[in-house]
């Protein structure tokens, strides 16, 4: 995130990384960068760390579901993430274990908090790969873990839209009162000029995953998010951070967005794999991000909010998310 929540002090960060690392800091720095989790650079002495804290609320694919099964979940991803490590793979940046040998440790009841290696290499802001190369090289990236089997992995969770429930609300009754904020009048009425088509997005999306299941694909360990974003080049070659959302599922929850940018991708993993790749499951999961998206930053709108550089985003990817949904078919 951009914007650093208000009510997390350094001072509350570094009794964090003392109590859940043994880490006395001598400096903490918010780094405004990602979309979705907090990150603060630590360094102590010649020892660099970065550290990420997730809003349990924020992570809330329902407005009830409890802050537990949200930890839970998440802790199940990083575990994944740490697994793959201790395989072999190097290019999976993991977070270090904290006191108690658990891989994530609680701020408070709203907060928690994992501990990552500070990586030295060039960072990328999300978008699209630069070139031909960089793609394949992230996809044999991906062709490693997909072919992983790992014992013990229990991170799978149901395909559905977060807050889904909420954006129907909206959608079936438009005179709903949203904000106060500078973009609440703007999202709502985007939201309701384009309800019917949102509703039939939605309505596709669920016949799309009733098919998947039918077709009972062979599952493997997905990272979820392997935009550009979410990479780093080091001297030894592109390394995968932001384990938060890996999961057991088809490969094609990989795939579809190196797919979107180059449709050779698909023949690419085939010869490497053998395995060929479901257009129909890569377009579930295309339109199951741009539904996500929408859900997401239309309750991050609807609810009360200022102007940041959080907020502009919001805005920004919520236009471009809902002109795909409802024209892409």
């Known amino acids: 995130m951009f914007t650093r929540p208000n009510d997390l002090s350094d001072t509350e960060i570094l009794r964090v990384l003392f109590e859940g690392w043994n880490i006395d800091a001598d400096q903490v720095a ?3 960068v990602g979309f ?5 650079h630590v360094t102590a002495g010649s020892d660099r760390w970065f550290l990420t804290v997730d809003d349990l609320d ?3 694919d329902h407005s009830s579901e409890a802050r537990e ?3 839970q979940q998440l802790r199940w991803a990083l575990t994944i993430a740490q697994s793959l490590r201790n395989a072999g793979l190097a290019f999976v940046i993991a977070p270090l274990d904290a006191v108690g040998r658990h891989v994530t440790h609680p701020i408070d009841e709203r907060y928690v908090a994992a501990l990552y290696p500070y990586v030295d290499g060039e960072y990328h802001a999300y978008g699209a790969y630069q070139t031909a190369n960089d793609r394949l090289a992230v996809l044999d990236r991906l062709v490693e873990i997909h072919s992983l089997q790992l014992g013990g992995v229990v991170a799978t969770k149901q395909l559905e839209v977060p807050r889904r429930a909420e954006l129907a609300r909206h959608l079936d009754n438009p005179a709903t009162a949203w904000g106060p904020g500078p973009f609440a009048a703007r999202a709502k009425a985007l939201l309701g000029n384009r309800a019917d088509a949102l509703m039939e997005a939605l309505s596709s999306l669920d016949r799309d ?3 998947l299941h039918k ?18 080049d080091t001297r030894d070659g592109v390394v995968l951070i932001d ?3 890996a999961q057991m599922a088809p490969p094609e929850r990989d795939l579809w967005v190196l797919i979107e940018e180059d449709p050779s991708i698909a023949d690419a993993y085939a010869e490497r794999t053998g395995v060929v790749v479901d257009q129909s499951t890569v377009a579930m999961y295309r339109r199951h991000w741009d539904l996500s998206e929408i859900s ?3 309750a991050d709108l609807r609810a009360p909010h200022r102007d940041s550089e959080d907020t502009q985003l919001a805005w920004t990817k919520l236009q471009e998310c809902v002109d795909r949904a409802t024209t892409s078919r």
Not at 36 to 40: A, M, N, V
């Open 209 to 211: 995953i009733d098919a």
């Open 215 to 232: 077709r009972q694909p062979v599952l493997v360990i997905t990272h979820g998010e392997p935009h550009r974003g979410n990479t780093i």
């Open 69 to 71: 099964s949200v930890a």
């Open 243 to 245: 384990w938060d959302t």
């Open 30 to 32: 918010y780094a405004a």
């Open 296 to 298: 997401l930053f239309a």
């Open 36 to 40: 979705g989790s907090h990150h603060w």
């Open 58 to 60: 924020a992570r809330r």
